[in-house]
């Protein structure tokens, strides 16, 4: 159903009072007004009404899977059934007890160190099949839940070697078919895996089996990158706190047109510290677009920069010295997204919008504003040609808000027509 803007505004006032939406009442006026949406049309494609959801991916058959970070939710990765509902995936006994996710040693709160069952998952993002390797689900467990004590107070504990992993499901059995774990000095216990990209060709790793790129986003101030041989399991940094990756200091968004604070139980009125959070690959491969969430700045690095280890004494000093600055968006931006046209959708709760970094003008674009798209948090591009965004009210959940709960369900995954025929990005094989 397509609304008058006047009248979405509205109801969106209406159904999300706790969600303090500024709404006047400016029928009469003789005025300009900012209708608060542009773009294509937007369909409500699934709505959330258990969990509050993190990421979410969609596969060429247009099974919807979503993940939730936890907490006290008894699932961390589940599958849409119907248009209301998901259900745990690929099955119920993965997930980790809540009595489990998290233990302390010497009264230093870690989480789980379970390799193999699922403790937090905070990304996703499906590869399509290739000669050599089914279309796959893959995971990002952080391995690092958000815990209450008694007195209701969130912390994260750290991350523990087994906790932290990727695992890929294959979406032909729907079965696990890799682990991947971490040592400590490339997954730190204050490391925070937020997003992923893959290139599978074979040509970029000696394994032939292709990489991961996988941004850590450490809170706790040392984000950088960590790739992933996914022939050998071999891991390694590159960029930790090089100052692209750093979170800006005492950043203030607004939200709903409000200024924002970080209100927290037990802690003094802060900010958001989240580093580089969201990631791209252009659809040749050698570039990897990313941003800190606190930053309005987009940065790029050649990809060769982060394949090259440690074994090259240089590495690490040619990545830092490679790295583009490629100017401001106009807001803060977390989750990214790409399409065939090499376009960077990269998207701003600050707006209500999703905007793209195109590199044939070396601008950042306008694409779908919308006064429903309350943190837009994880996009994904489907081989239908869709833009799947999730919706999850993040600004009004408890942990920022002093305990005080402010979300209203339904969350939702909302989705529009890529513009110029995108696609997916596929064929990196
Ligand atoms: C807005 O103002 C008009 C004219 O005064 C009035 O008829 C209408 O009921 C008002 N709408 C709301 C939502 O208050
Ligand atoms: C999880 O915790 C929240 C906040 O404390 C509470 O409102 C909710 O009922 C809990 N859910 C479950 C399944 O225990
Ligand atoms: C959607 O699926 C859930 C879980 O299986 C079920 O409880 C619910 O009745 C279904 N809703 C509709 C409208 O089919
Ligand atoms: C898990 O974390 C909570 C909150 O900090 C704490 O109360 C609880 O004791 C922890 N559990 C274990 C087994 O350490
Ligand atoms: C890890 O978690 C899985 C899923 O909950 C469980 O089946 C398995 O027994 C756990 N392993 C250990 C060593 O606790
Ligand atoms: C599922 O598919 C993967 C990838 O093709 C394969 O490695 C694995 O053995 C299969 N598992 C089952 C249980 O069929
Ligand atoms: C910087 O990146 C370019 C590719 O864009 C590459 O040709 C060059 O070797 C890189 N420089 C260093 C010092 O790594």
């Given at each position: 159903m397509h609304l008058l803007p006047t009248v979405s505004l509205f109801l969106a006032a209406a159904a999300t009072v706790m969600a303090q939406v500024t709404f006047q009442n400016s029928s009469q006026t003789i005025l300009r007004v900012d209708t608060g949406s542009y773009g294509p049309e937007i369909e409500e494609f699934h709505y959330y009404y258990q969990q509050w959801p993190i990421g979410l991916a969609v596969s060429s058959t247009g099974r919807l899977f979503a993940c939730y970070t936890r907490?006290?939710?008894?699932?961390?990765l589940g599958e849409a059934v119907n248009k209301t509902a998901e259900v745990p995936y690929p099955s119920a006994e993965l997930n980790l007890p809540v009595s489990q996710l998290n233990t302390s040693f010497n009264r230093i709160p870690f989480g789980s160190s379970n390799a193999s069952g699922l403790i937090s998952v905070q990304a996703l993002y499906i590869t399509p099949q290739t000669s050599s390797r089914p279309e796959t689900l893959w995971v990002v467990d952080t391995g690092r839940p958000t815990v209450m004590d008694a007195s209701g107070t969130p912390s994260t504990p750290y991350g523990q070697p087994g906790g932290p992993k990727i695992i890929g499901i294959s979406l032909?059995?729907?079965?696990?078919y890799a682990t991947y774990t971490f040592p400590p000095d490339v997954h730190?216990?204050?490391?925070y895996m937020n997003d992923i990209r893959f290139d599978l060709r074979s040509s970029v790793t000696p394994s032939g089996q292709g990489i991961a790129y996988i941004v850590d986003s450490s809170d706790e101030g040392r984000p950088g990158f960590i790739m992933l041989d996914l022939g050998t399991g071999e891991s390694w940094r590159r960029l930790t706190q090089d100052p692209s990756v750093l979170r800006v200091a005492n950043d203030v968004p607004s939200y709903q047109g409000r200024p924002f604070y970080q209100r927290t139980n037990g802690m003094p009125v802060g900010h958001l510290r989240e580093g580089a959070d969201g990631i791209q690959i252009s659809p040749e491969g050698e570039t990897i677009y990313y941003s800190p969430l606190t930053s309005d700045y987009l940065y790029s690095i050649p990809a060769l920069n982060l394949r090259?280890?440690?074994?090259?004494?240089l590495a690490e000093q040619a990545a830092h010295n490679n790295i583009s600055n490629l100017g401001q968006r106009g807001g803060n931006a977390n989750g990214f997204e790409g399409d065939s046209n090499g376009l960077v959708y990269q998207l701003v709760p600050e707006h209500n919008a999703v905007f793209y970094y195109d590199p044939a003008d070396l601008q950042t674009h306008a694409f779908v504003r919308d006064p429903r798209i309350i943190w837009p948090d994880s996009a994904s591009v489907a081989m239908d040609g869709w833009f799947y965004v999730n919706v999850n009210q993040?600004?009004?959940?408890g942990a920022w808000n002093g305990g005080s709960e402010g979300r209203v369900f339904p969350g939702a995954v909302l989705r529009c027509r890529l513009p110029r025929g995108g696609r997916k990005i596929g064929g990196l094989v």
């Open positions: 907490g006290n939710y008894s699932f961390t032909s059995n729907d079965s696990i730190y216990p204050d490391s090259a280890k440690d074994d090259d004494p993040l600004p009004y959940q």
